[in-house]
């Protein structure tokens, strides 16, 4: 079995209270989304609804990738170059999958 970083350790779970604070918020988006229009005529607040949801999505899945790398050991690894990400970009962004120059 292989042993996890210290770093791994903290970022999993980072990532696991983010993905479920991202999983309430997009629930309650959801929610609000739907129930306002049920009774509502469209408006522009449902769509900001909507596009926030889709938003979280795009997050909740970056972060289970993110979970799914540190399980498989290539957490921190740039998925483009293939180099080591600086750990202040993981702290500041704990499910990003690219170094900063191949993010920018
Ligand atoms: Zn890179």
Redesign the pocket.
């Known amino acids: 079995m292989r042993v996890w970083s210290r770093l791994e350790w903290q970022q999993q779970s980072r990532l696991l209270d983010e993905r479920d604070r991202l999983r309430r918020l997009h629930a309650e988006l959801r929610t609000a989304a739907t129930s306002r229009r049920d009774y509502e005529p469209h408006d522009v607040t449902d769509d900001e609804a909507a596009i926030q949801a889709d938003a979280i999505e795009g997050r909740l899945a970056a972060t289970d990738e993110a979970l799914n790398r540190i399980d498989s050991g290539s957490y921190g690894m ?1 998925l ?2 293939g ?1 080591r990400i600086a750990e202040e970009r993981l702290e500041a962004l704990p499910a990003t999958a ?2 900063r ?2 993010a920018s």
Do not use: G
């Open positions: 740039c483009v170059c180099s690219l170094c120059s191949c």
